[in-house]
């Protein structure tokens, strides 16, 4: 089967995971630490803080900006649900936002008009804008106008690590960015995430809240708030820090994929039977999702494609049909990105050869 995606997991990021394993130190070690740092100054911000998920991060990031009861958080509708579940879980109301429908992302023109059609009950707090699949949302307007409403801005870079806009890295736009390390991330350690922030003292409160709510000092550990368990082992930091120095020519070997995947299907695109992802500088490529015409069964493709040994799936959710988020607005085009989005098979690992196979598998399932 070709796979949708595989984890790139080299000798040398096995032979550090075991060093840690073999060392005795198997969490609050000096991994942990290094891997903070390293990922602080390739993303170019002053914190990063790992936890154990990007569930975990975007979680974090909303207790640690006090939204709670009595607030709500402007959500994209087209996401993967937990940008929209840790709103649920902190107590706020999701306000879902349409996409546009070639980024797939939130835009400031539908932000805007969110805000403005908000008439409460609760109190607008944040937006949590998401780099769907990688791809850069146009972040730095979303910020201005962000800040012109008073509202914090945390960004779901949870695929996005590695993608910028205008040079900077994706993720440290906002008061905090947050990232996954998932396997069907670029980089990944098994599971993990990661938040960012120039803020020390958010910072500070992160590290307390994922680990039970310790302050260290001198005199030893002090127990100063009700926290969490969402630490990140040493072993998987192990691995992250291997993988890191070579995250950037993975990005250049998924673009170049990219291209040619846009070539190969340029076919189907004339026929009508799909469209293509924008293409966006600074985009990282951690999915490649093209949307079936109206009219075309995506089951029976996935189906047909199956048959050839070649996986496929959906992108990712529409939010307003799931039962957590009914009577939290959402929009037509996040409908049908969920129901026609196509993602092919896509990695660093992949190359021409399987760009040729998946066209061709799926020029004929399209007839
Ligand atoms: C946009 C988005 N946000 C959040 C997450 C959650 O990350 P994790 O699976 O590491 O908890 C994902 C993971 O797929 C995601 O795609």
Redesign the pocket.
Known sequence: MLRLSLPHVDDDAIAAAVAVLRSGQLVHGAEGNAFEAELAAYLGVREAVVVA????A?HLALVVLDVGPGDAVLVPDF??P??GNVVRLVGARPVLVDVDPATYCITPEGIEAAISAFHGPERLRAVMP?H?FGQPAAIDAIVALSARHGLAVVE?A??AIGATLQGRKLGTFGEIG?F???P??TLTTG???VLTTDDAALARRLRRLRSHGIERDASGMHFVEAGYNLRLTDIQSALGRAQLPKLDGWIASRRALAEAYREALAPLVGAGRLTLPARAEGHSWQTFMTVLADGIDRAAVIRALAAQGIEANLG?QCLSVLPPFEGCGGGPVAARLFRQGLALPFCEQYGPGEVSRVAQALAAALG
């Open positions: 998920s990007g569930t975990a975007l996401t993967f937990a940008t998401v769907e779901d949870a695929c947050c996954s390390l998932h069907r991330k599971e993990g995430g990712a």
